[in-house]
Every structure is written in C-alpha cells, then in structure tokens.
C-alpha cells in the first residue's frame, strides 16, 4: 500500500518571503512519480510540478522547486516569492504502475499582502 | 472540450434517493479518474477507466456506488439510496494514456449534499 503523509495543516508566509510544505510518502513501488497539486476555492485541481523517482535531479517549474530525497522518502515544496495567488490548499500526491494517486491530507497556505 | 467538464456543480438530495453525477473528459483522453474529497477522510480513489472498461474498482466504498463509461467518452457515478457519510466533493480527472506519464487533468467536481 502506498502511503502520503502531510502534517502541517496549515502554514502562513509573508508575500515576496520563501514557504517550504513537507510531505513524506511510503511505496513499495521502484518506479514512481510525485506530484504537487495546488486547490484554489474553485476545487480544481492544479498540478504544480511532477518528479519522477528515478531522476535524481529535483524538478523545477518558475517559482516552484521540490527537494526530492529518494532515500528518505521526502518531498518538499518549495515556493520563493510567494504572491497572494499562491493562497490555497497544496496536495502532496503519488503514483505507481496502477495509475491511481494518493494523495496526503492537504495543507493550507495563506499568503498575507 | 478545452477541459474536464463535470455537472451538476451542486447537488442537494434527500437522504434514501439515488443521484447521478456526470464527467465528461478531455476529448480523446483515454483514462479516467474519479475521486471523493471528504472532510473527515481526505481525498480518496474511487474507480479508474481505460477506455470502457474499469480495470481498478478497489475504491469504491458500497455496492451502492457504480460508475460507467461509454463512447470512451462519458462517464457517471451513480450513488443509490444516498446516506449523509456520502455528502462530499466528487473529482473526475482524465488523462492520455496513463496520467502519471501524461498528467491528469480535473474538473472542479461535484459538491454532493446528502440531507
């Protein structure tokens, strides 16, 4: 079973200031991807940056970074000049072969102006 | 269509009827997703389409849940005699082939209201 683990439930971060959100996960899969999703008031998901497990490199999308550690199964989001469209929930998800995320608990980001 | 697409927005039901929540994907994606996001449980998988046919219905908590697909296109969760445990927002996502290679897309669910 694969596991998704959040748990800070909410976080706060002064705009223009770096956040970094934790999550852990637990799989027994060799090939895997993780995800960073992003759920404004509007419900829909939006993905935010992807890594796959078997690259080393952390992957990277404008603003937003990941701190990828294989062997400690972390997966951290980091996002530098946090702007108020930033505020919404912020899942950590993965998934295997089965194509079926999981998804950790969510945290709760709020930007202050 | 430009994205996934998923109606009603809002449903309100009594408690006991049977309701019916539509997704309707990216046009030509093959693989689709449904997900329940609950307060007390998180988000959870539900079922998972290839085309027709569900090769992973593990998530589905009762036999009062079924879902189907057809044309490859369209799909609906069907919830019969509804109970309040099922009031939650319901995810639909699509992909083209496998979304963990290809990426899901989501439609911004359904808010199901059991009372």
């Known amino acids: 079973a694969q596991t998704v683990t959040q748990s800070q439930p909410e976080m706060s971060v002064q705009e223009a200031e770096t956040v970094t959100l934790s999550c852990t996960y637990d799989?027994?899969?060799?090939?895997?991807?993780l995800f960073w999703y992003k759920q404004p008031p509007s419900r829909q998901m939006i993905l935010v940056i992807r890594?796959?497990?078997?690259?080393?490199q952390n992957a990277t999308e404008n603003r937003f970074s990941v701190n990828f550690q294989k062997a400690a199964k972390s997966f951290s989001l980091k996002i530098s000049d946090s702007q108020l469209g930033d505020t919404a929930m912020y899942f950590c998800?993965?998934?295997?072969?089965?194509?079926?995320?999981?998804f950790g608990k969510g945290i709760t980001l709020s930007v202050r102006p | 269509g430009a994205g996934v697409s998923q109606s009603p927005s809002n449903k309100v039901t009594e408690k006991g009827k049977d309701v019916e929540l539509r997704c309707d994907p990216i046009?030509?994606?093959?693989?689709l997703y449904w997900y329940r996001q609950s307060l007390g449980q998180g988000l959870e998988f539900l079922i998972y389409?290839?085309?027709?046919?569900?090769p992973d219905k593990s998530g589905l908590p009762s036999d009062r849940f079924s879902a189907e697909r057809t044309g490859g296109s369209v799909s609906t969760l069907t919830i019969q005699r509804t109970q309040q445990e099922d009031s939650a927002v319901y995810l639909c996502?699509?992909?083209w082939g496998t979304g963990e290679v290809y990426g899901y897309t989501f439609g911004s669910g359904t808010r199901l209201t059991v009372v």
């Open positions: 996502a699509s992909s």
């Open positions: 799989t027994s899969e060799s090939n895997y991807y």
């Open positions: 890594q796959e497990a078997y690259k080393q």
């Open positions: 998800a993965l998934t295997g072969a089965n194509s079926k995320l999981t």
């Open positions: 046009s030509g994606h093959t693989a």
């Open positions: 389409f290839q085309g027709n046919s569900a």
